[in-house]
Each structure stands twice: as C-alpha cells, then as structure tokens.
C-alpha cells in the first residue's frame, strides 16, 4: 500500500482555482543516507501509480540497473490519478460527495507543484536522479526548471517541451469516445467505462505502429474475422477499465496537453536554458506520438545534455519495453 502526504491548507492551482487540501500517495524503495544525496525520483506517465518496480519491470537490478542497496528511490502518484493521490474520485470536503466531473482543472506544473511539497515533506534537499517518461517526462522537465538547484542529473524519455498538436488531437478524439458513453457523466464507481476501454484502443494506435501490429498481431491463413489485432484492441481496453477511473483519464489528458515549458516564459528555448542539471535525453526511433525531432529540441537547448536513440519496433511503448537498452545508456552517461 502507497503511504499518504496530506496538505491540509489550499492547494493554488495554475488556473486560479484551487482545492480546499491535497493529499499525494507514494511509495519508497531502499533506504535515504545520512547526508540524502542518494535520492532518486521517478516520475510516472499517464495510467501508471507509485510502484514503478511494477510497470517498470526490470529497471531494479543490482549488476545492471538501479541497485536499491545504493539508492533511496521515490515515485509518487500524481494529481488527478485514481491510485489514491486527490483526484475526481475523491470526497470533497465542502460537499461531503465524490468531486466527479466539479473536480477543476490542473496542469503538468500543478502536478510538479504537488511533488515538490511532498520532496520538503520527505526532507529531501536534492534529488540526484530525477528521471521519467512521456507525461512522466514532462514533470521531471518542469520540475527541473521551476527548481533548477534541487535537481542534480536528469533523464528524460520519449517526451518534448510542448505537447504537440498531434498528441492533443489523439488526447481530443480519446475524450470524445469516453463522452460519446452516456454514463461517463453519472457519478457512479463505474461511469463511463465502456467510453474508457474505446479511448484506450485509440490510445494505442498512437503508442504503437504500424510494424508492431505487423510483427505481433499476425492472423493465421484463412481468417475473415476475429483478427488477433481487433482482440487486442478489446483486450487493451478491458484491462485499463477495470484498474482505471474514465474520469481520471478525461483529466489526466487535459493536464498532459497543457504542457508547454514556454508558456509566460518567453520560448521554450529560454524555459529549456534554465535547467541546471545534467541531463540524459533518449528518444524511441519508431515513435509516433513522441517523434525523435522532440528529443532533438529537448537536447539542442538544454545546456550540458547528451542524446540517445533507441531503435525498437514498439513505438512510444518502447521506453517501459527496452528496458535493457534504457539502463545501458544510464550507465553510458551517470555513474548510476
């Protein structure tokens, strides 16, 4: 079980709402050294939650990857998220009913926001490695230029400055599916899950490609329906809705379009320069929803960075999947 961080005062929101307390589940792994110069912090993408030894299987090995014996490493749930951090799940206390769609809106910076207090909660003055992925990337990001000195090496994977107009028109066609399910609307434990499971099989096509389908979905000869591919698809969207909240989704992808380092910063490339740590960019070559051209913007303009190019058949998914391949270049660049 993740523990809780409970902020009982108003949690100011970038768009000038707030909500009346936050409360942030995470989890810890290893043990914090006596000088806590031993923290790593990983930050989770869109429908993960706190365990990252569970979606990131593998990243934890003492010859090849991180070794818990060496590290203290935090990973928190993140606003919004059904996995016990504040989200539209949750009973607001003014109106002693589940928020539902009366949750406000929040942006990537609101969720930094909430990790950075939960950093002072835990005492810790610096984070060694802060490291992520995809919308887990654009916290780190952020997170590194709102608190340039808290931040000593970073890592970022298959994320950009900015989501694209690319990535919000697939977060936009997403939405409408879970909005075209009537009961997305109702404030009940399970509204809107079959919109959910259709989002998710939009939502795949995105984090995957054409030669992924091509290599793993192969039907036998012969077949004029129940194609492996259109399995999948149902499969997929079957096992998001019966771990996730639909309304939590809706939320989460608003947050992730709002990304954009440069905003009443001047550019991104100003945003960018503030970053004061050591920075690892990797790109995935075959994604689609993240393509290299990001990561290359990423590295350009941040001082003091290098960039990796991993080539890998599974798209967006390839930075959970080549895990191998993501650890050997941690170790390329960071006495990790």
């Not at 379009?257 to 990797?282: C, F, M, P, Y």
């Not at 994604?287 to 960075?305: C, G, I, R, W, Y």
Request: charged content about 25%.
């Amino acid at each position: 079980m993740p523990k809780i961080f409970k902020y009982q005062d108003q949690f100011q929101l970038e768009n000038g709402e707030s909500l009346p307390e936050l409360e942030v589940a995470y989890n810890t792994l290893g043990h914090l050294n006596a000088e806590g110069s031993n923290v790593i912090w990983i930050c989770h993408a869109l429908t993960a939650n706190a365990h990252p030894e569970e979606w990131w299987p593998g990243i934890f090995d003492k010859e090849t990857g991180i070794d818990l014996d060496e590290y203290f490493v935090v990973c928190a749930n993140i606003l919004g998220s059904s996995y016990g951090s504040t989200s539209p799940k949750s009973i607001n206390p003014e109106t002693k009913t589940s928020y539902g769609l009366d949750f406000p809106k929040f942006s990537i910076r609101d969720i930094t926001k909430s990790l950075d207090l939960l950093r002072e909660d835990l005492g810790i003055s610096k984070i060694q490695y802060l490291m992520g992925g995809s919308m887990g990337g654009m916290q780190a990001m952020e997170w590194a230029i709102q608190k340039p000195d808290k931040i000593k090496n970073l890592i970022l994977l298959a994320t950009s400055a900015k989501h694209s107009s690319w990535g919000i028109a697939f977060n936009e066609t997403q939405r409408m599916a879970i909005e075209s399910d009537a009961t997305f609307y109702e404030n009940k434990e399970e509204a809107g899950k079959k919109g959910l499971e259709a989002a998710r099989a939009i939502a795949l096509l995105s984090y995957r490609n054409y030669n992924t389908y091509k290599v793993t979905q192969i039907d036998k000869e012969n077949t004029t329906d129940d194609f492996r591919a259109s399995s999948y698809q149902n499969y997929q969207g079957q096992k998001l809705s019966k771990r996730f909240d639909a309304k939590s989704y809706w939320y989460l992808s608003k947050a992730m379009d709002s990304h954009d380092v440069g905003r009443n910063r001047e550019s991104q490339e100003k945003a960018l320069a503030q970053v004061k740590a050591k920075t690892l960019v990797i790109g995935i070559q075959s994604d689609l929803l993240f393509p290299v051209e990001e990561q290359k913007f990423l590295a350009k303009h941040t001082s003091n960075s290098a960039l990796e190019i991993i080539d890998s058949i599974y798209g967006h998914d390839g930075f959970l999947i080549e895990v191998e391949k993501i650890k050997q270049l941690i170790k390329k660049h960071f006495k990790l």
